[in-house]
């Protein structure tokens, strides 16, 4: 390309870029034309090569994401299966272009696939097994915390994932991000870590439809937003955990890995108060509301449990629970402990006479991975208990005064109608049953 070619196509970019800064209607006219033009239109290889070429359009890319509302359409990006991109990091911008097998030029591949939260970068090298990894390192965009990938009929958001300050360990898998943390002063538990697992802000129906089996009347179903994203335990809390935090168990059913239970609504502020000393915070770790318990039990289902509908074949007798739940149904079915509570119940899904609480993370998680969240042992959380409003509800904190504060998920003891996403129960806060534990969360901003 001649030279003076070059020298009036730097000249033409630094008027876009004056006229663009404007934020005139001629210049939103242009950022309109020009985002699609670049991404759709231009070749992907002009990114990458290192070529005056590549100089210009990225700088030009830059100021449109800089200028716009962080929108991109790389070529190629999926409506509808998957599609394999080379992302690169390049000052000031995130490079995304359409590839097949060979990457030009370093960077990772990424496969993105539609209808998921999080995109799973890929290992380059050939004949890899993919090992979804995060994305530290490759933002800020111009200091945005996200961008968003836009496609005919969706868009994809890449979020820059921070570990907050008190975690001693991060990562992403295919359920999306992940932090860890253990208890430091502890000697017996030091090399135990407590997951927890990223739960996004969004909306969903709380509640269950009228024709759901089991229901009860007090579960209105409406609409409720989260406006922001937190942590939440993969699990209920185990008991090495509490006692690495408050020096004794109270539980009934001993085991480090059982879950903590026996402690009451009143017992559970003490912890949360000495687990956020430990770890150097203030207020950071506390019970979840009854709205973000039952958004993250559900996990994006509407159904009864989060695997789909529920039959209730008898008392105890809810089949489809068996994969996902400890009830009152199986609780007892390879029982391992000599403390154990007398299954005198009838109607169980399987015949056994000796059961209590069992081992977490021994049942499939929900599509969070988040495990445990029916069954196992009752959560407190941390609302009054009191009637849902029918309306449009967001961030709701519960009653503002009551005499019973909210648990759920059910426990090994409980009859299958119990054990669904939208089932609310609730006891007096100072109540400590043995079938009774917490799962903290995290604020966002911890």
């Known amino acids: 390309i001649p030279e003076e070619d070059w020298q009036d196509a730097f000249s033409q970019h630094a008027e876009f870029v004056r006229r663009l800064r404007e934020n005139s209607a001629w210049g939103r006219d242009l950022r309109a034309w020009l985002r699609p033009a670049l991404t759709h239109r231009y070749p992907p290889a002009a990114f990458q090569q290192g070529s005056e070429t590549d100089t210009l359009l990225q700088a030009l890319y830059s100021e ?27 000052p000031g911008v995130l490079r995304l272009s359409a590839c097949e097998n060979e990457l030009i030029g370093g960077g990772r591949a990424v496969t993105v696939k539609s209808g998921t939260r999080v995109m799973q970068l890929q290992p380059t090298s050939p004949g890899q097994h993919p090992q979804p990894v995060s994305l530290p390192g ?58 927890l697992r990223w739960i996004p802000a969004g909306e969903f129906w709380m509640g269950s439809a009228e024709d759901e089996a089991g229901r009860f009347e007090d579960e209105l179903r409406h609409r409720v937003r989260l406006s922001q994203g937190y942590w939440l335990f993969d699990s209920a809390c185990p008991q090495w955990l509490w006692t690495s935090v408050m020096g004794s168990n109270p539980s009934r059913f001993q085991d480090d890995f059982r879950p903590v239970e026996q402690v009451s609504w009143n017992d559970c502020q003490g912890f949360l108060s000495r687990l956020n000393e430990r770890l150097g915070v203030s207020g950071v770790f506390r019970l979840p509301t009854e709205a973000e318990w039952e958004y993250a039990c559900r996990g994006g289902s509407e159904s009864a449990i989060y695997t789909g509908a529920l039959t209730i074949r008898g008392a105890h007798d809810g089949p489809e629970l068996d994969e996902i739940a400890w009830y009152g149904g199986n609780s007892g079915v390879g029982y391992d402990l000599a403390e154990g509570k007398d299954a005198w119940w009838s109607e169980k899904q399987y015949q056994f006479s000796k059961c209590g609480s069992r081992r977490v993370k021994a049942k499939l998680s929900n599509p969070w991975g988040l495990y445990d969240m029916l069954g196992n042992v009752w959560e407190w959380c941390s609302d009054w208990y009191g009637a849902y409003d029918s309306e449009l509800c967001v961030d709701p904190i519960g009653a503002a005064a009551g005499s019973g504060r909210v648990v759920r998920g059910g426990s090994w003891r409980s009859n299958a109608r119990y054990v669904r996403s939208a089932f609310r129960d609730r006891f007096p806060p100072q109540s400590a049953y043995y079938d009774l534990g917490l799962r903290p969360l995290s604020a966002a901003s911890g």
Not at 64 to 89: K, W
Not at 155 to 176: E, H, N, S, V, Y
């Open 138 to 195: 490759m933002l800020p965009i111009h200091g945005r915390s996200e961008v968003t990938l836009a496609g005919e009929l969706q868009r994809i958001t890449l979020q820059q994932f921070q570990p907050p300050k008190w975690c001693d360990g991060a990562g992403c898998d295919r359920f999306g991000p992940w932090v860890e943390f253990g208890i430091p002063q502890s000697s017996k538990y030091a090399r135990l870590r407590q997951r």
């Open 64 to 90: 449109l994401i800089s200028t716009s509302d962080g929108v991109v359409s790389p070529h190629g990006l999926p409506d509808q299966g998957e599609a394999r991109f080379q992302v690169c990091a390049a």
